[in-house]
């Protein structure tokens, strides 16, 4: 599933095609969504927002389109009306004037009043974007000792939309790793210390991923593994899909194991239990 960097870059390609634009086709693949169409067709879109991984397409005169790709969904923005040949379902077609946004294969798509959004189920228990620019690592470090989350695991905290919308499976694994926690602790058992470096983790990791297109290595480290010939998946993540392969910081091996449902990738080494 595409986590908090993918739909933001889904959005910001989004924002470059049809923010302040007109919509001149609106249409749904769903029958129960199709009488919207005239009501979207003909107005601006206005901006273009994430909350996690969910998008919401906001239209000028009040209206806002919900979409959530969940496991296969994908917009593609193309030049033109013609669309391309695909396999997959159209979901949501937006077209302009010159370009056409399209979204193919999520199933979780409504239109809301963009005044009663905070009552949409999903909406109403996220929290903060991991990705919103204004998100501070004091911020999560407070979220961290908040009580109904500070006597659970790291692990299944960070898999919790409601601590923070946009993170995911290979981001967990990313950004503990990254600030050498192990996944069993809970932040009630970390120090100040350890909680400041995690809340820094969380950012450095989400926005290196957003910018790189998916890469969580430092520059020079993966730079460095480019220039050995690895292939992209080799050299994308510093554990996550790595299980018994070396750690690049300790040589120690990789582990893989199943928490909260979901398999998980941590360094025995850099990332031992307090």
């Known amino acids: 599933m595409p986590e908090g960097p993918e739909i933001r870059r889904a959005a910001d390609a989004l ?136 006597k659970r695991s790291v692990a299944t905290l960070y898999l919790d939309q409601a601590f923070l919308a946009g993170n995911g499976n290979y981001l967990r694994s990313e950004i503990l790793h990254d600030a050498r926690i192990n996944p069993r602790a809970r932040p009630a058992d970390l120090s100040r210390a350890d909680i400041g470096r995690l809340a820094r983790s969380t950012l450095t990791i989400s926005r290196r991923s957003y910018d790189t297109g998916g890469i969580t290595l430092t520059p020079r480290l993966a730079g460095a593994l480019k220039k050995q010939g690895l292939k992209r998946s080799f050299r994308r993540f510093y554990v996550f899909g ?17 928490i909260a449902g979901r398999r998980l990738y941590h360094c025995l080494q850099c990332q031992q239990a307090a």
């Open 242 to 258: 790595r299980a018994d392969r070396p750690c690049f910081h300790c040589g120690e091996v990789i582990k893989r194991e199943e």
């Open 15 to 150: 924002a470059r095609a049809l923010e302040g634009r007109r919509i001149e086709t609106v249409r749904f693949g769903k029958a129960k969504l199709s009488r919207y169409a005239r009501s979207l067709s003909g107005y601006r879109v206005q901006q273009i927002e994430t909350r996690g991984k969910a998008m919401l397409t906001h239209f000028e005169h009040g209206l806002t389109i919900y979409s959530h790709n969940q496991l296969y969904g994908i917009w593609k923005i193309i030049k033109g009306h013609t669309l391309p040949e695909s396999g997959r379902s159209v979901r949501l077609l937006l077209q302009t004037e010159s370009h056409s946004a399209i979204l193919y294969s999520a199933s979780d798509i409504s239109v809301w009043p963009t005044e009663a959004l905070t009552e949409h189920p999903f909406l109403a228990k996220v929290g903060p974007d991991i990705m919103a620019p204004e998100l501070h690592w004091r911020d999560i470090a407070a979220r961290l000792n908040e009580k109904r989350f500070v």
